[in-house]
Each structure stands twice: as C-alpha cells, then as structure tokens.
C-alpha cells in the first residue's frame, strides 16, 4: 500500500490515484473505486463505464472477474467483479478474500447454487465482497436477497461512489428489521442517517430491496413497497450549505463480512449481534456461513 490519502492531503504526482481503500498509487488505483477529491486531481481517476438498463440473473460465473485486483476498466466483458478492496473499510480488511471457493478452486458450483449467488464468508477466508462495473447517478436498482441470520455476520446491498457517497441497506442478526442508511463523502456523523426498517422472515424467504434514487430523493423499498423517504433538500446543512444528499455516480456492491470478530470495536460488535460462532454445526456443516443472491435489476436514470 501507498501514502494514504484524504481530501486535505492529495497523492502525489508521481502516485496521483486515490484507492478505495484511502492510499496512492498507480494502475487499478485509478479504475472504479478511485477517490477525484483525494488524487492529485480529479482527472487521474479513469471514467468508469456508465450505467446500462440490465437485469443480472446469477446463472454462472462467465461475467464475474474472480480477482478484481487485475481488472483494468473492462465494463463489456464483465458485469461483476470480486473485490477485495471494498472490503478495505471493515475489520476483517487483512485477510484474503476469494469468492471462487474457499479451498482455492474455481468450480462455479461454490458460488452458484441453484441459480443462486453465494456470498460466502469463512474463517480464515473472511467475506466476499461483489462489485458492479458500471457506475450508476440516479437509478433504480434492486436485489433479491436472502441474508444470513448469524451473529456477527454483516450482509450489505449498497451504492458507493469513490467519494464515499453511499446509500445502503444491511443486515445483522436482527430477524425482524433491516437497516437503510446514507452517507455524503464518508461523514457517518451521529449516524442519524441510518434508520431501522420492520421486515419479515428475511433469512428464510428471498425478499426484493430496492434505492430508488433521483436527484431530489431517495427511496427504500421492499417487495416494490416504499418503507423510507428521504429528499436532498431535508439533507441540508444550513450553516455551510451544503446538501450532505448522495449525488456521484457510484458502484452497486454486494457484500457479507464478518463484523463479529475479536480485534474489532465493541460497538461495531454489538450491533452485529455479537461475536460470530466458527464453532456452530451449522458452519461445520458447509466451512462458511452464506447470504443468497437471486438477481439484481438496474434502471437508469442517467447514462451519460
């Protein structure tokens, strides 16, 4: 890893690209992921490809790069690709992280179950964390999801453009609720932006979740049902004037992690539910806990 970065100190010329992660470099610093607001300017990050109406249905992994560390920009070949890096925010950002078998193979069958995605997370793997290619500003996106219902564990469908403007919906061991949340570039403040949500049955039924984002608000739906209204001009901060409203093109992520785990914050702990158990039959069972991925569906709004 390079110099870190931040928005009061930029990358040098000389590794002018700012990683999702917060360091320098060059390369895939500079592709999906790269912070304009940190690198040494804001043209060092490379465009990434635009937003196309789609509809993904997890039949095979022919489209889902295994190793995101060696993508280079390619939005035609690939809609998916396993990145490691957004996994750079949370406790378990030492560990390797593989989606294509936690035993170092590539049979799609450990990913792919009954035209289902695996989001699989181990102990000594840690989790999986799935990227879009393309970016999207204002859309409508959904995924069909089944999480996890074990303690610790974390499952997220999230936007998260390289300013760390993100919008999200996750999912702890709480069987009754899932979280929404928004964020304007990182700034979790008090975190009176995330908001719980009743839901029902979510780790034994496939459940639709939807951001319906525009330029004016943001919508959270579930099975096609609004749950959650939050409009930009309620996001303003009237003694700076600034709207903290998500509004760069960002990326679709898919994600499961271990929060639960020793090293970790208490409270980061806490709210996952506590400690995650390596130990239970369940995980002896398979050697990994998993969230399921039925589809996800994207409608643009904007594809320039």
């Known amino acids: 890893e390079g110099v870190a970065c931040t ?163 996750e999912f702890t061991n709480n069987l009754t609720s899932a979280g929404s949340a928004y964020f304007y570039q990182g700034d979790v403040g008090d975190y009176s932006a995330a908001q719980e949500l009743s839901i029902a049955n979510r780790s034994e039924d496939f459940h639709e979740y939807g951001i319906n984002w525009t330029p004016d608000c943001i919508t959270w739906t579930l099975d096609g049902v609004a749950l959650r209204n939050v409009t930009k001009e309620s996001t303003l901060d009237a003694s700076t004037g600034t709207y903290h409203y998500p509004q760069t093109p960002s990326r679709i992520q898919l994600l499961i992690w271990p929060a639960g785990v020793e090293g970790a914050a208490q409270g980061t702990i806490d709210w996952a539910g506590g400690l995650v158990n390596f130990s239970s039959p369940a995980y002896n069972e398979t050697g990994y806990f998993a969230s399921y991925v039925e589809s996800v569906s994207v409608t643009c709004y904007d594809s320039s």
Do not use: M
Not at 12 to 31: D, H, I, K, M, V
Not at 54 to 61: A, D, I, P, V
Not at 96 to 114: A, F, Q, Y
């Open 7 to 169: 928005s009061d100190s930029l990358c040098p010329e000389s590794a002018p690209c700012c990683s999702e992660a917060g360091f320098c470099g060059t390369g895939r610093n500079c592709l999906a992921g790269c912070d304009p607001l940190a690198s040494f300017k804001p043209a060092a990050c490379a465009p990434i490809p635009a937003c196309v109406d789609s509809e993904f249905n997890f039949t095979s992994t022919d489209r889902i790069l295994s190793d995101g560390t060696t993508w280079n920009g390619d939005g035609v070949n690939y809609d998916w690709i396993v990145d490691s890096r957004a996994l750079g925010f949370f406790p378990c950002s030492s560990a390797l992280l593989t989606l294509l078998s936690l035993t170092g193979g590539s049979n799609e069958t450990d990913v792919i179950d009954d035209d289902q995605l695996l989001l699989t997370v181990s102990e000594h793997g840690n989790g999986t964390a799935l990227s879009s290619t393309h970016s999207i500003l204002y859309g409508n996106i959904s995924a069909k999801i089944k999480s996890s219902p074990e303690l610790g564990l974390v499952t997220s469908f999230i936007l998260l453009s390289g300013t760390k403007d993100e919008i999200d919906w």
